[in-house]
């Protein structure tokens, strides 16, 4: 019987020692503990859009607890204030709510610098208008264009059934891709009312409208869904005479028309093959874009168009 117990003693002793290595080895290859060889560190610097900035800035925030190691810096300087600092080599990733222009793609190229353009989600350009405004119930472009040149100043120029009151307007600043959007879609890059306020900050925008019964504003669907409580969006005219409002579906099936846009983020190539953390940064990004672009208001791809990101990546990282 004293054999049998010492016996029985070594046995567990085994089983409790073989278990704790299990344990050991799986949380060193990707187990609950997550360490080693998959941990990064370093710096990744994206500037640009402040309308693609809250999809980067959530994809940060859940990156940060995957790789502590690793800073990302987020900033928001408006499309073309993005591309200035890509060029100057300040930046590895570009965030864009347009296409990136001719005289920004020569200025990286006689910077030297070689780069690729992702899509990252949608956006639908939500024109706003304060939450007492009960009158405008939809708007064609020929409209709009009539508001933002400044041919119709009173809300009655558009309906004589409206106030006879001062429209009082609240724009993107040139810097960002949102202005640009807006100004080639709807204004026909003709001048602007300069009676606008313009800001590159969404919130100055917000805070316009809702303080101007008046206001109208136009920024990204996002703005406008962190704060519907306090405004009202304007269903839009299409170009099959349809008034449409955005949401989730009428921006990714495109009849929210032509107010539909892509959003970007362009990535510089030397950084994804010699910066390990810009490399795992992109990677994480294009496996979460989809969900981080719903969580903060706007719209994902489809997955295969992730799937491709990620392809495109690997070839630029050389895998």
Partial sequence: ??????????????????????????????????????????DVLMDGSSTVFPIMEAVAEEYASAQPDVKVSVGVSGSGGGFEKFSAGETDMSNASRPIKEEEVKALEEAGIDFTEFEVAKDGLSIVVNKENDWVNQLTIEELQKIWLGEATMWSDINSEWPEEKIVLFSP???????????????????????????????????????????????????????????????????????????????????????????????????????????????????????????????????????????????????
């Avoid at 010492?6 to 060193?28: P, R, Y």
């Avoid at 300069?194 to 303080?211: H, I, R």
């Avoid at 009849?255 to 795992?280: C, F, G, M, W």
């Fill in 1 to 42: 019987m004293k054999f049998k117990g010492i016996m029985l003693m070594l046995v567990m002793s085994m089983v409790l020692v073989f278990a704790a290595a299990c344990g050991n080895n799986s949380e060193g290859n990707g187990g609950n503990g997550e360490e080693s060889s998959d941990q990064v560190s370093g």
């Fill in 173 to 319: 600043g040139t810097d960002s891709g949102t202005y640009d959007y807006f100004n080639e879609v709807v204004l026909e890059e003709e001048q602007m009312n300069k009676e606008a306020t313009l800001s590159e900050d969404d919130n100055v925008l917000v805070n316009g409208v809702t303080g101007s019964k008046n206001g109208m504003a136009f920024f990204g669907y996002a703005y406008y869904l962190e704060n519907k409580e306090n405004l009202n969006v304007v269903p839009i005219v299409n170009g099959e005479g349809e008034a449409i409002e955005p949401n989730a579906e009428t921006i990714q099936d495109g009849t929210y028309e032509p107010l539909s846009r892509p959003l970007y983020t362009y990535i510089k190539h030397s950084s994804v093959k010699d910066n390990q953390a810009v490399n795992d940064f992109a990677k994480y990004t294009f496996e979460n874009a989809g969900d981080m672009a719903e969580a903060v208001g706007y719209v994902a791809l489809p997955e295969e168009k992730y799937t491709e990101a990620l392809d495109k990546l690997n070839e630029i990282a050389g895998k």
